[in-house]
Protein backbone atom coordinates (compact mmCIF):
# COMPACT_ATOMS: atom_id res chain seq x y z
CA UNK A 1 0.00 0.00 0.00
CA UNK A 2 1.68 3.08 -0.84
CA UNK A 3 0.31 6.78 -2.05
CA UNK A 4 1.59 8.48 -5.05
CA UNK A 5 0.22 12.13 -5.25
CA UNK A 6 1.09 15.43 -7.37
CA UNK A 7 -1.47 18.20 -6.42
CA UNK A 8 -1.70 21.04 -7.94
CA UNK A 9 -4.25 23.72 -7.83
CA UNK A 10 -4.95 27.99 -7.10
CA UNK A 11 -6.26 28.64 -3.78
CA UNK A 12 -7.12 32.30 -3.75
CA UNK A 13 -3.86 34.20 -4.60
CA UNK A 14 -1.78 30.66 -3.60
CA UNK A 15 -0.42 28.34 -6.20
CA UNK A 16 0.34 25.15 -4.30
CA UNK A 17 2.48 22.26 -6.21
CA UNK A 18 3.32 19.66 -3.87
CA UNK A 19 4.16 16.00 -4.83
CA UNK A 20 4.10 13.52 -2.01
CA UNK A 21 5.40 9.66 -2.22
CA UNK A 22 4.49 7.65 0.76
CA UNK A 23 5.28 4.16 1.33
CA UNK A 24 3.35 1.93 3.34
CA UNK A 25 3.87 1.77 7.11
CA UNK A 26 5.57 5.02 6.96
CA UNK A 27 4.38 8.56 8.26
CA UNK A 28 5.34 11.54 6.59
CA UNK A 29 4.47 15.06 7.56
CA UNK A 30 4.08 18.12 5.82
CA UNK A 31 5.02 20.63 7.65
CA UNK A 32 5.34 24.64 6.96
CA UNK A 33 4.24 27.80 7.99
CA UNK A 34 0.28 28.58 8.64
CA UNK A 35 -0.97 29.43 4.98
CA UNK A 36 1.44 27.79 2.94
CA UNK A 37 -1.08 25.33 1.66
CA UNK A 38 -0.60 22.07 3.91
CA UNK A 39 -4.59 21.90 4.24
CA UNK A 40 -5.59 22.07 0.78
CA UNK A 41 -3.07 19.56 0.13
CA UNK A 42 -5.01 17.61 2.44
CA UNK A 43 -8.21 18.46 1.51
CA UNK A 44 -7.18 17.48 -2.38
CA UNK A 45 -5.93 13.67 -0.89
CA UNK A 46 -9.11 12.91 1.12
CA UNK A 47 -11.21 14.17 -2.18
CA UNK A 48 -12.75 17.10 -0.55
CA UNK A 49 -11.47 19.67 -3.71
CA UNK A 50 -10.05 18.76 -6.73
CA UNK A 51 -6.76 19.39 -8.29
CA UNK A 52 -6.29 21.83 -11.47
CA UNK A 53 -3.62 19.29 -12.64
CA UNK A 54 -2.52 16.49 -10.72
CA UNK A 55 -3.36 13.12 -9.76
CA UNK A 56 -3.87 10.58 -6.19
CA UNK A 57 -2.94 6.79 -6.89
CA UNK A 58 -3.97 5.56 -3.62
CA UNK A 59 -2.52 1.18 -3.59
CA UNK A 60 -2.23 1.55 -7.59
CA UNK A 61 -5.89 2.74 -7.53
CA UNK A 62 -6.33 5.93 -8.93
CA UNK A 63 -8.51 8.59 -6.69
CA UNK A 64 -7.74 11.46 -9.02
CA UNK A 65 -6.14 11.69 -12.58
CA UNK A 66 -6.88 15.30 -14.04
CA UNK A 67 -5.50 14.25 -17.22
CA UNK A 68 -7.34 11.35 -17.63
CA UNK A 69 -10.81 12.97 -15.75
CA UNK A 70 -10.94 10.16 -13.08
CA UNK A 71 -12.24 10.77 -9.95
CA UNK A 72 -13.58 9.09 -7.31
CA UNK A 73 -15.83 10.77 -4.59
CA UNK A 74 -14.56 11.15 -0.87
CA UNK A 75 -16.97 8.94 0.07
CA UNK A 76 -15.51 5.92 -1.78
CA UNK A 77 -11.82 6.17 -0.90
CA UNK A 78 -11.42 4.97 2.05
CA UNK A 79 -10.06 7.62 3.73
CA UNK A 80 -9.37 8.16 7.17
CA UNK A 81 -9.48 12.11 8.93
CA UNK A 82 -8.53 13.79 12.10
CA UNK A 83 -9.77 17.56 11.38
CA UNK A 84 -8.15 19.94 13.58
CA UNK A 85 -11.85 21.93 14.10
CA UNK A 86 -15.19 20.45 13.11
CA UNK A 87 -14.07 17.45 15.01
CA UNK A 88 -17.30 15.54 16.50
CA UNK A 89 -20.78 15.87 15.25
CA UNK A 90 -22.15 18.14 18.15
CA UNK A 91 -25.54 16.79 17.84
CA UNK A 92 -24.43 12.85 18.21
CA UNK A 93 -23.10 10.98 21.14
CA UNK A 94 -19.19 9.94 21.34
CA UNK A 95 -20.58 6.85 20.60
CA UNK A 96 -22.54 7.39 17.50
CA UNK A 97 -19.59 9.56 16.04
CA UNK A 98 -17.64 6.41 16.27
CA UNK A 99 -19.86 4.51 15.17
CA UNK A 100 -21.26 6.80 12.04
CA UNK A 101 -18.15 5.37 9.42
CA UNK A 102 -19.31 1.90 10.02
CA UNK A 103 -23.15 3.01 10.05
CA UNK A 104 -22.33 4.71 6.45
CA UNK A 105 -21.21 1.82 4.83
CA UNK A 106 -24.38 -0.51 5.86
CA UNK A 107 -22.66 -2.10 9.21
CA UNK A 108 -25.69 -3.39 11.41
CA UNK A 109 -26.48 -0.65 14.35
CA UNK A 110 -25.69 -3.40 17.41
CA UNK A 111 -22.42 -4.31 15.59
CA UNK A 112 -20.98 -1.10 14.64
CA UNK A 113 -21.84 0.18 18.39
CA UNK A 114 -20.15 -2.76 19.53
CA UNK A 115 -17.26 -1.83 17.68
CA UNK A 116 -17.27 1.36 18.25
CA UNK A 117 -17.15 0.92 22.30
CA UNK A 118 -14.30 -1.34 21.49
CA UNK A 119 -12.62 1.56 19.83
CA UNK A 120 -13.34 4.00 22.68
CA UNK A 121 -11.84 1.51 25.01
CA UNK A 122 -8.30 0.92 23.34
CA UNK A 123 -8.35 5.09 22.91
CA UNK A 124 -9.27 5.63 26.85
CA UNK A 125 -12.11 7.43 26.68
CA UNK A 126 -14.95 4.69 27.05
CA UNK A 127 -16.00 7.08 30.14
CA UNK A 128 -17.67 8.98 28.22
CA UNK A 129 -19.75 6.84 25.17
CA UNK A 130 -23.20 8.47 25.96
CA UNK A 131 -21.79 12.15 25.94
CA UNK A 132 -22.22 14.75 23.96
CA UNK A 133 -19.23 15.89 22.23
CA UNK A 134 -19.72 19.53 23.89
CA UNK A 135 -18.80 17.44 27.31
CA UNK A 136 -15.83 16.69 26.62
CA UNK A 137 -12.34 18.19 27.05
CA UNK A 138 -10.67 18.87 23.55
CA UNK A 139 -7.67 15.58 24.19
CA UNK A 140 -11.03 13.43 24.96
CA UNK A 141 -12.28 15.33 21.20
CA UNK A 142 -9.10 14.58 19.44
CA UNK A 143 -9.01 10.42 21.14
CA UNK A 144 -12.58 10.14 19.72
CA UNK A 145 -11.85 11.64 16.35
CA UNK A 146 -8.82 9.13 16.01
CA UNK A 147 -11.41 6.27 17.01
CA UNK A 148 -13.94 7.48 14.23
CA UNK A 149 -11.45 7.93 11.40
CA UNK A 150 -9.31 4.31 12.19
CA UNK A 151 -12.79 2.12 13.28
CA UNK A 152 -13.57 1.81 9.22
CA UNK A 153 -9.70 0.52 8.73
CA UNK A 154 -8.77 3.23 6.32
CA UNK A 155 -6.11 3.09 3.78
CA UNK A 156 -4.81 6.57 3.97
CA UNK A 157 -4.87 8.30 7.10
CA UNK A 158 -4.84 11.91 7.05
CA UNK A 159 -4.26 13.99 10.47
CA UNK A 160 -4.66 17.35 10.24
CA UNK A 161 -2.82 19.59 13.64
CA UNK A 162 -4.17 16.95 15.83
CA UNK A 163 -2.72 18.58 18.48
CA UNK A 164 -3.71 22.46 17.70
CA UNK A 165 -6.91 22.86 19.44
CA UNK A 166 -5.65 20.19 22.73
CA UNK A 167 -4.29 22.23 25.58
CA UNK A 168 -0.58 21.43 26.75
CA UNK A 169 -1.28 19.56 30.21
CA UNK A 170 -3.12 16.78 28.18
CA UNK A 171 -0.76 17.23 24.94
CA UNK A 172 2.11 15.11 25.99
CA UNK A 173 -0.32 12.06 26.65
CA UNK A 174 -1.94 12.52 23.18
CA UNK A 175 0.90 13.08 21.32
CA UNK A 176 2.18 9.38 22.82
CA UNK A 177 -1.62 8.16 22.38
CA UNK A 178 -1.01 9.06 18.72
CA UNK A 179 1.64 7.97 17.99
CA UNK A 180 0.90 4.44 19.46
CA UNK A 181 -2.27 4.19 17.53
CA UNK A 182 -0.73 5.45 14.17
CA UNK A 183 2.47 2.89 14.13
CA UNK A 184 0.33 0.14 14.50
CA UNK A 185 -2.09 1.05 11.62
CA UNK A 186 -0.92 -0.30 8.39
CA UNK A 187 -1.98 2.25 5.87
CA UNK A 188 -0.38 4.85 4.36
CA UNK A 189 -0.12 8.00 7.13
CA UNK A 190 0.28 11.89 6.30
CA UNK A 191 0.40 14.18 9.26
CA UNK A 192 -0.15 17.73 8.33
CA UNK A 193 1.38 20.56 11.23
CA UNK A 194 3.41 23.46 11.30
CA UNK A 195 4.65 21.93 14.73
CA UNK A 196 7.65 21.05 14.40
CA UNK A 197 7.28 18.40 17.72
CA UNK A 198 4.07 17.01 16.01
CA UNK A 199 6.07 16.22 13.39
CA UNK A 200 9.10 14.65 15.49
CA UNK A 201 6.69 12.70 17.68
CA UNK A 202 4.91 10.83 14.81
CA UNK A 203 6.69 10.95 11.13
CA UNK A 204 9.94 9.78 10.15
CA UNK A 205 10.01 12.37 7.24
CA UNK A 206 8.94 15.68 6.62
CA UNK A 207 7.84 17.04 3.14
CA UNK A 208 8.65 21.14 3.94
CA UNK A 209 5.73 23.03 2.56
CA UNK A 210 5.79 26.54 2.06
CA UNK A 211 4.00 29.37 -0.10
CA UNK A 212 2.50 26.52 -2.06
CA UNK A 213 6.05 25.25 -2.60
CA UNK A 214 8.14 21.62 -1.95
CA UNK A 215 11.19 23.35 -0.21
CA UNK A 216 12.61 20.51 0.83
CA UNK A 217 12.17 16.82 2.01
CA UNK A 218 13.96 13.94 3.38
CA UNK A 219 14.36 12.26 6.93
CA UNK A 220 13.30 14.69 9.67
CA UNK A 221 16.90 14.00 11.31
CA UNK A 222 18.37 15.25 7.76
CA UNK A 223 16.03 18.75 7.03
CA UNK A 224 15.71 19.89 10.58
CA UNK A 225 20.22 19.74 11.36
CA UNK A 226 20.31 20.95 7.56
CA UNK A 227 17.36 23.30 6.72
CA UNK A 228 16.93 25.06 3.54
CA UNK A 229 14.71 27.72 4.46
CA UNK A 230 14.71 30.24 6.88
CA UNK A 231 11.64 29.10 8.46
CA UNK A 232 12.85 25.62 9.32
CA UNK A 233 15.82 27.06 10.63
CA UNK A 234 14.22 29.03 13.07
CA UNK A 235 11.83 25.97 14.14
CA UNK A 236 14.89 24.08 14.48
CA UNK A 237 16.33 26.82 16.36
CA UNK A 238 19.35 27.44 14.32
CA UNK A 239 21.01 30.40 12.58
CA UNK A 240 21.27 29.82 8.89
CA UNK A 241 23.10 31.79 6.24
CA UNK A 242 23.47 31.28 2.81
CA UNK A 243 26.69 32.76 0.43
CA UNK A 244 29.01 31.38 -1.77
CA UNK A 245 31.59 28.66 -0.52
CA UNK A 246 35.23 29.02 -1.71
CA UNK A 247 38.21 27.60 -0.05
CA UNK A 248 37.87 27.89 3.58
CA UNK A 249 35.88 31.12 3.12
CA UNK A 250 32.05 31.55 2.92
CA UNK A 251 31.21 34.79 1.16
CA UNK A 252 27.62 35.76 1.92
CA UNK A 253 25.69 37.90 -0.17
CA UNK A 254 25.94 40.98 1.60
CA UNK A 255 29.71 40.73 1.01
CA UNK A 256 30.90 39.80 4.46
CA UNK A 257 32.95 36.61 4.96
CA UNK A 258 33.41 33.89 7.36
CA UNK A 259 36.31 31.59 8.13
CA UNK A 260 34.75 28.18 7.49
CA UNK A 261 36.35 24.54 7.52
CA UNK A 262 36.89 23.73 3.62
CA UNK A 263 35.56 21.18 1.53
CA UNK A 264 32.49 22.93 0.18
CA UNK A 265 32.61 25.26 -3.04
CA UNK A 266 30.10 26.95 -4.88
CA UNK A 267 26.26 28.37 -3.98
CA UNK A 268 26.09 26.87 -0.39
CA UNK A 269 24.05 27.15 2.90
CA UNK A 270 25.83 27.15 6.74
CA UNK A 271 24.24 26.46 10.14
CA UNK A 272 25.04 27.55 13.21
CA UNK A 273 23.57 26.84 16.53
CA UNK A 274 22.68 30.08 18.72
CA UNK A 275 25.13 28.56 22.06
CA UNK A 276 28.19 28.18 19.65
CA UNK A 277 27.72 32.46 19.25
CA UNK A 278 29.81 33.74 21.74
CA UNK A 279 29.47 37.46 22.76
CA UNK A 280 31.88 40.08 24.13
CA UNK A 281 32.26 43.37 25.05
CA UNK A 282 35.59 43.91 23.88
CA UNK A 283 37.14 42.21 20.34
CA UNK A 284 38.21 39.02 21.84
CA UNK A 285 41.89 38.98 20.47
CA UNK A 286 44.11 35.33 19.98
CA UNK A 287 42.61 32.28 18.25
CA UNK A 288 41.77 31.74 14.60
CA UNK A 289 37.94 32.64 14.60
CA UNK A 290 35.44 34.86 13.24
CA UNK A 291 34.27 38.04 15.23
CA UNK A 292 31.68 40.15 13.84
CA UNK A 293 31.30 43.31 15.51
CA UNK A 294 27.29 44.01 15.80
CA UNK A 295 24.00 45.67 17.82
CA UNK A 296 21.99 43.92 20.24
CA UNK A 297 18.36 43.84 18.29
CA UNK A 298 16.48 42.15 21.23
CA UNK A 299 16.68 39.32 23.77
CA UNK A 300 14.03 36.99 24.66
CA UNK A 301 14.42 34.44 27.35
CA UNK A 302 14.06 31.35 26.03
CA UNK A 303 14.11 28.71 29.31
CA UNK A 304 17.16 28.72 31.17
CA UNK A 305 19.16 30.56 28.08
CA UNK A 306 18.69 34.07 26.55
CA UNK A 307 18.40 34.75 23.43
CA UNK A 308 20.12 37.30 21.81
CA UNK A 309 19.11 38.77 18.24
CA UNK A 310 22.25 40.58 16.80
CA UNK A 311 22.59 43.22 13.86
CA UNK A 312 25.44 43.41 11.87
CA UNK A 313 27.34 42.13 8.89
CA UNK A 314 25.53 38.78 9.46
CA UNK A 315 22.16 38.61 11.39
CA UNK A 316 22.40 36.05 14.56
CA UNK A 317 20.93 34.31 16.95
CA UNK A 318 23.15 33.95 20.53
CA UNK A 319 22.05 32.10 23.41
CA UNK A 320 24.04 32.72 26.31
CA UNK A 321 23.41 32.40 30.12
CA UNK A 322 21.26 34.70 32.40
CA UNK A 323 24.27 35.02 34.23
CA UNK A 324 26.38 36.25 31.08
CA UNK A 325 23.87 38.49 29.84
CA UNK A 326 23.77 40.30 33.17
CA UNK A 327 27.67 40.16 33.34
CA UNK A 328 28.15 41.67 29.85
CA UNK A 329 25.30 44.19 30.62
CA UNK A 330 23.67 43.31 27.35
CA UNK A 331 20.07 44.52 28.47
CA UNK A 332 21.61 48.30 27.87
CA UNK A 333 22.01 47.14 24.44
CA UNK A 334 24.79 48.89 22.23
CA UNK A 335 27.80 47.33 20.52
CA UNK A 336 28.79 43.54 21.26
CA UNK A 337 31.24 41.16 19.31
CA UNK A 338 29.96 37.95 18.29
CA UNK A 339 32.38 35.34 17.92
CA UNK A 340 32.09 31.84 16.21
CA UNK A 341 34.48 29.17 15.68
CA UNK A 342 34.92 27.95 12.02
CA UNK A 343 34.56 24.73 13.42
CA UNK A 344 30.84 25.29 14.79
CA UNK A 345 30.27 26.84 11.10
CA UNK A 346 28.12 23.24 9.41
CA UNK A 347 28.43 24.26 5.57
CA UNK A 348 26.72 22.23 2.71
CA UNK A 349 25.88 23.12 -0.38
CA UNK A 350 22.43 24.78 -1.78
CA UNK B 1 -24.90 38.82 32.78
CA UNK B 2 -21.95 40.57 33.69
CA UNK B 3 -21.57 44.36 33.70
CA UNK B 4 -18.86 46.46 34.43
CA UNK B 5 -18.99 50.32 35.08
CA UNK B 6 -18.62 50.97 31.25
CA UNK B 7 -21.52 48.38 30.21
CA UNK B 8 -24.08 49.87 32.34
CA UNK B 9 -27.37 50.73 30.33
CA UNK B 10 -27.86 54.35 29.03
CA UNK B 11 -30.44 56.01 30.65
CA UNK B 12 -31.38 57.56 27.33
CA UNK B 13 -32.21 54.44 26.42
CA UNK B 14 -34.68 54.00 28.74
CA UNK B 15 -37.71 56.93 27.44
CA UNK B 16 -37.89 55.04 23.67
CA UNK B 17 -38.03 51.77 25.03
CA UNK B 18 -40.49 52.13 27.12
CA UNK B 19 -42.51 54.12 24.11
CA UNK B 20 -41.44 50.64 22.27
CA UNK B 21 -43.22 48.99 24.87
CA UNK B 22 -46.25 50.95 25.73
CA UNK B 23 -46.90 51.45 21.65
CA UNK B 24 -47.26 47.29 21.71
CA UNK B 25 -49.06 46.93 25.23
CA UNK B 26 -51.91 49.73 25.28
CA UNK B 27 -54.07 48.62 22.32
CA UNK B 28 -53.28 45.12 24.16
CA UNK B 29 -54.73 46.58 27.59
CA UNK B 30 -58.17 48.21 25.45
CA UNK B 31 -58.51 45.05 23.75
CA UNK B 32 -59.18 43.02 27.28
CA UNK B 33 -60.37 46.33 28.37
CA UNK B 34 -63.79 45.39 25.97
CA UNK B 35 -63.91 41.76 26.90
CA UNK B 36 -66.29 40.22 29.26
CA UNK B 37 -65.56 36.98 31.01
CA UNK B 38 -68.88 36.48 30.09
CA UNK B 39 -68.79 37.57 26.31
CA UNK B 40 -65.54 35.11 26.13
CA UNK B 41 -67.16 32.03 27.80
CA UNK B 42 -70.22 32.85 24.92
CA UNK B 43 -67.52 32.72 22.16
CA UNK B 44 -65.34 29.74 23.12
CA UNK B 45 -69.11 27.68 23.42
CA UNK B 46 -70.00 29.15 20.00
CA UNK B 47 -69.73 26.01 17.44
CA UNK B 48 -69.23 29.28 14.86
CA UNK B 49 -66.09 31.01 16.74
CA UNK B 50 -64.59 27.08 17.60
CA UNK B 51 -65.15 26.38 13.66
CA UNK B 52 -63.23 29.21 12.51
CA UNK B 53 -59.91 28.38 15.50
CA UNK B 54 -59.88 25.03 14.58
CA UNK B 55 -59.49 26.27 10.76
CA UNK B 56 -57.08 28.47 11.60
CA UNK B 57 -54.65 26.02 13.15
CA UNK B 58 -55.40 23.39 10.25
CA UNK B 59 -54.64 26.09 7.86
CA UNK B 60 -51.54 27.53 9.20
CA UNK B 61 -50.02 24.26 10.11
CA UNK B 62 -50.49 23.00 7.21
CA UNK B 63 -49.33 25.96 5.62
CA UNK B 64 -46.22 25.53 7.51
CA UNK B 65 -45.65 21.68 6.51
CA UNK B 66 -46.04 23.23 2.59
CA UNK B 67 -43.55 26.17 3.55
CA UNK B 68 -40.74 23.32 5.18
CA UNK B 69 -41.28 20.94 2.05
CA UNK B 70 -40.48 23.82 -0.45
CA UNK B 71 -38.82 26.22 1.05
CA UNK B 72 -35.70 24.22 3.16
CA UNK B 73 -34.58 22.76 -0.39
CA UNK B 74 -34.92 26.76 -1.56
CA UNK B 75 -32.82 27.73 1.39
CA UNK B 76 -30.34 25.05 0.74
CA UNK B 77 -29.27 25.81 -2.72
CA UNK B 78 -29.49 29.59 -1.89
CA UNK B 79 -26.57 29.05 0.60
CA UNK B 80 -24.67 26.53 -0.17
CA UNK B 81 -24.75 26.55 -4.29
CA UNK B 82 -23.04 29.16 -6.40
CA UNK B 83 -26.26 28.72 -8.84
CA UNK B 84 -25.88 31.52 -10.98
CA UNK B 85 -29.05 34.08 -10.57
CA UNK B 86 -29.00 33.87 -7.07
CA UNK B 87 -29.31 37.47 -6.39
CA UNK B 88 -32.44 37.21 -8.29
CA UNK B 89 -33.92 34.38 -6.57
CA UNK B 90 -33.47 35.63 -3.14
CA UNK B 91 -34.96 39.03 -3.98
CA UNK B 92 -38.08 36.79 -5.64
CA UNK B 93 -37.88 34.84 -2.33
CA UNK B 94 -38.51 38.16 -0.52
CA UNK B 95 -41.53 39.61 -3.13
CA UNK B 96 -44.37 38.24 -0.50
CA UNK B 97 -42.83 40.42 2.47
CA UNK B 98 -42.82 43.91 0.65
CA UNK B 99 -46.05 42.77 -1.57
CA UNK B 100 -49.70 44.06 0.22
CA UNK B 101 -51.29 40.79 1.07
CA UNK B 102 -54.77 41.71 -0.70
CA UNK B 103 -52.24 42.24 -3.60
CA UNK B 104 -50.88 39.04 -2.99
CA UNK B 105 -54.14 37.22 -2.95
CA UNK B 106 -54.84 38.95 -6.63
CA UNK B 107 -51.96 37.74 -7.67
CA UNK B 108 -52.85 34.27 -6.71
CA UNK B 109 -56.29 34.65 -7.79
CA UNK B 110 -55.37 35.71 -11.51
CA UNK B 111 -53.04 32.74 -11.51
CA UNK B 112 -54.60 29.81 -10.17
CA UNK B 113 -58.31 31.09 -10.67
CA UNK B 114 -60.92 28.77 -12.85
CA UNK B 115 -60.77 31.13 -15.68
CA UNK B 116 -56.98 30.86 -15.88
CA UNK B 117 -54.63 28.61 -18.05
CA UNK B 118 -53.47 26.71 -14.33
CA UNK B 119 -56.60 26.89 -13.13
CA UNK B 120 -58.37 25.58 -15.52
CA UNK B 121 -55.94 22.80 -15.73
CA UNK B 122 -55.97 21.85 -12.42
CA UNK B 123 -60.17 21.89 -12.59
CA UNK B 124 -60.59 20.00 -15.33
CA UNK B 125 -57.77 17.08 -14.94
CA UNK B 126 -58.40 17.10 -11.45
CA UNK B 127 -61.73 18.75 -10.58
CA UNK B 128 -59.18 20.75 -8.20
CA UNK B 129 -60.44 24.49 -7.30
CA UNK B 130 -58.38 26.43 -5.78
CA UNK B 131 -60.09 29.87 -4.78
CA UNK B 132 -62.23 29.69 -2.18
CA UNK B 133 -61.60 27.01 -1.10
CA UNK B 134 -59.70 25.33 1.70
CA UNK B 135 -56.67 24.81 -0.06
CA UNK B 136 -56.80 28.01 -1.20
CA UNK B 137 -56.94 29.44 1.84
CA UNK B 138 -53.56 27.17 2.94
CA UNK B 139 -52.04 28.47 -0.23
CA UNK B 140 -52.85 32.42 0.67
CA UNK B 141 -51.14 31.42 4.13
CA UNK B 142 -47.95 29.80 2.51
CA UNK B 143 -47.46 32.87 -0.11
CA UNK B 144 -47.14 35.00 3.25
CA UNK B 145 -45.42 32.98 5.12
CA UNK B 146 -42.60 31.13 3.30
CA UNK B 147 -40.16 33.82 2.90
CA UNK B 148 -40.35 33.78 6.21
CA UNK B 149 -38.93 30.02 7.12
CA UNK B 150 -36.95 30.49 3.50
CA UNK B 151 -34.68 33.25 4.84
CA UNK B 152 -33.95 31.88 8.74
CA UNK B 153 -33.41 28.92 7.25
CA UNK B 154 -30.65 30.10 4.90
CA UNK B 155 -29.48 32.45 7.38
CA UNK B 156 -28.83 28.90 9.87
CA UNK B 157 -27.20 27.16 7.09
CA UNK B 158 -25.08 30.06 6.27
CA UNK B 159 -23.43 30.61 9.62
CA UNK B 160 -21.53 27.11 9.38
CA UNK B 161 -19.91 26.09 6.42
CA UNK B 162 -19.84 22.39 5.07
CA UNK B 163 -17.35 20.83 7.75
CA UNK B 164 -19.49 18.56 9.29
CA UNK B 165 -20.86 17.13 5.90
CA UNK B 166 -17.21 16.97 4.35
CA UNK B 167 -16.24 15.24 7.63
CA UNK B 168 -19.31 12.57 7.28
CA UNK B 169 -18.03 12.12 3.52
CA UNK B 170 -14.71 10.63 4.38
CA UNK B 171 -16.64 8.56 6.67
CA UNK B 172 -18.28 6.65 3.86
CA UNK B 173 -21.86 8.65 3.74
CA UNK B 174 -23.74 9.50 0.78
CA UNK B 175 -24.90 12.36 -0.08
CA UNK B 176 -28.20 11.95 0.69
CA UNK B 177 -27.12 10.30 3.76
CA UNK B 178 -25.26 13.66 4.71
CA UNK B 179 -27.87 15.14 4.31
CA UNK B 180 -30.33 14.01 6.47
CA UNK B 181 -28.02 12.77 9.25
CA UNK B 182 -25.81 16.04 9.69
CA UNK B 183 -27.49 18.99 7.71
CA UNK B 184 -30.79 18.68 8.98
CA UNK B 185 -30.42 17.47 12.55
CA UNK B 186 -28.02 20.46 12.45
CA UNK B 187 -30.49 23.00 11.04
CA UNK B 188 -32.87 22.32 13.72
CA UNK B 189 -32.82 25.16 15.58
CA UNK B 190 -33.14 27.09 12.31
CA UNK B 191 -36.03 25.49 10.77
CA UNK B 192 -37.57 25.80 14.09
CA UNK B 193 -37.59 29.53 14.04
CA UNK B 194 -38.03 29.75 10.37
CA UNK B 195 -41.35 27.66 10.72
CA UNK B 196 -42.44 29.79 13.92
CA UNK B 197 -42.52 32.58 12.43
CA UNK B 198 -43.84 31.47 8.93
CA UNK B 199 -46.55 30.02 11.80
CA UNK B 200 -47.00 32.88 13.00
CA UNK B 201 -47.74 35.09 9.83
CA UNK B 202 -49.55 32.30 8.31
CA UNK B 203 -52.31 32.63 11.84
CA UNK B 204 -52.71 35.96 11.62
CA UNK B 205 -53.03 36.38 7.79
CA UNK B 206 -55.89 38.31 6.44
CA UNK B 207 -55.60 40.28 2.88
CA UNK B 208 -54.13 37.12 0.92
CA UNK B 209 -56.77 34.82 2.23
CA UNK B 210 -60.37 36.93 1.91
CA UNK B 211 -59.03 37.77 -1.59
CA UNK B 212 -58.08 34.56 -2.59
CA UNK B 213 -59.93 32.11 -0.91
CA UNK B 214 -62.86 34.23 0.50
CA UNK B 215 -64.55 34.46 3.73
CA UNK B 216 -66.97 31.10 3.99
CA UNK B 217 -67.65 29.45 7.59
CA UNK B 218 -65.88 26.45 8.04
CA UNK B 219 -64.21 26.37 4.64
CA UNK B 220 -62.48 29.77 4.82
CA UNK B 221 -63.15 31.76 7.58
CA UNK B 222 -59.89 31.55 9.34
CA UNK B 223 -60.26 33.82 12.94
CA UNK B 224 -58.99 36.68 11.71
CA UNK B 225 -61.52 36.93 9.05
CA UNK B 226 -64.16 36.10 11.48
CA UNK B 227 -63.03 38.67 13.87
CA UNK B 228 -63.13 40.94 11.36
CA UNK B 229 -66.56 40.21 10.07
CA UNK B 230 -67.94 40.52 13.43
CA UNK B 231 -66.72 43.69 13.72
CA UNK B 232 -67.80 44.97 10.44
CA UNK B 233 -71.31 43.48 9.98
CA UNK B 234 -73.30 43.05 13.60
CA UNK B 235 -71.32 45.14 15.00
CA UNK B 236 -71.23 42.19 18.11
CA UNK B 237 -67.51 44.20 18.82
CA UNK B 238 -67.59 41.76 22.26
CA UNK B 239 -67.27 38.82 19.67
CA UNK B 240 -64.45 40.27 17.97
CA UNK B 241 -62.32 41.06 20.99
CA UNK B 242 -62.88 37.86 21.73
CA UNK B 243 -62.08 35.86 18.92
CA UNK B 244 -59.30 38.12 18.75
CA UNK B 245 -57.89 37.35 22.21
CA UNK B 246 -58.11 33.40 21.32
CA UNK B 247 -55.83 34.14 18.57
CA UNK B 248 -53.42 36.15 21.08
CA UNK B 249 -53.17 33.60 23.60
CA UNK B 250 -52.66 30.89 21.56
CA UNK B 251 -49.87 32.71 19.39
CA UNK B 252 -48.06 34.09 22.58
CA UNK B 253 -48.01 30.43 24.21
CA UNK B 254 -46.68 29.01 21.16
CA UNK B 255 -44.06 31.74 20.18
CA UNK B 256 -42.45 32.21 23.93
CA UNK B 257 -42.76 28.32 24.39
CA UNK B 258 -40.35 27.75 20.76
CA UNK B 259 -38.08 30.52 22.36
CA UNK B 260 -37.42 28.95 24.92
CA UNK B 261 -36.48 25.71 24.05
CA UNK B 262 -35.15 26.57 20.83
CA UNK B 263 -34.57 30.12 19.89
CA UNK B 264 -31.83 30.83 23.22
CA UNK B 265 -29.54 32.70 20.12
CA UNK B 266 -32.11 33.98 18.48
CA UNK B 267 -34.41 35.45 19.68
Same mark, same amino acid.
Given at each position: ??????V?L???????????????????????????????????????????????????????D?????????????????????????H??????????????????????????????????????????????????????????????????????????????????????????????????I????????????? %?????L??G????????????????????????????????????????????????????????????????????? %???????????????????????????????????????????????????????F????????????? | ????????????????????????????????????L?????A?????????????????????????????????????????????????????????????G??????????????????????V?????????????A?????????T????????????????????A??????????????????????????A?????????????????????????????????????????????????????????L?????????
Amino acid at each position: MSLDADVGLTRGSLEVRCAVHVEPGQTIAVLGPNGAGKTTVLRVLAGLDHSRDGHVVLDGEVLEDTASGAWVEPESRRVGVVFQDHTLFPHLSVLDNVAFGLRSRGVARVVARRRAHEWLERLGVEDHAASRPSAISGGQGQRVALARALITEPRLLLLDEPLAAVDASAKVDLRRTLREQVSGFDGVRILVTHDLLEAAALA %ESVVILEDGRVSQQGSFAEVTARPRSSWVARMAGLNLLSGQAAADVLRLGNGSELVVVGGVRGPALATIQPRAVGLHR %ERPGGSPRNVLQSTIAGIDPHGDRWRVRLDGPVPLVAEVTPAAAHELRLADGGVVFASIKATEIDVYPM | MRRGAAGRPLLGLYIPAAVAVLFIVVPLVGLLAHASLADIGDALTSSAALTALRLSLECSLLAVIVSAIVGVPLAYLLARTAMRGRRLLRGLVLLPLVLPPVVGGIALQSAFGRSTPIGGVLHSLFGVTLPFSTAGAVMAEAFVGLPFLVITVEAGLRQRDAGFEEVAATLGARPWRRFWLITMPLLAPSLTAGAALCWARALGEFGATITFAGSFPGTTETLPLAAYSAFEGSGAVSRAITLSLILLVISVAVLVGLRDRWLGTLA
